[in-house]
């Protein structure tokens, strides 16, 4: 933490939320999903439980 403070102090960054592909977590819930688990796929890729379920009703709906 110090040598970011170092190397930022006085200035504004952005750290952002989620360090991967939200594609790609889409597509981990999808394949992870066992149709009673989408709060703890919620929980373990950070986002909400009403975003996996957009995501589920989203694929299921392309299908």
């Given at each position: 933490m110090l040598k970011v403070f170092e190397q930022y102090r006085g200035m504004q960054i952005t750290i952002p939320i989620?360090?991967?592909d939200r594609n790609l977590a889409a597509s981990?819930?999808?394949e992870q999903y066992n149709g009673q688990n989408s709060y703890e796929l919620a929980n373990k890729?950070?986002?909400s439980q009403r975003?996996?379920?957009k995501v589920l009703k989203t694929r299921q709906q392309e299908k």
């Open positions: 989620h360090l991967y981990h819930v999808v890729y950070g986002y975003w996996v379920t």
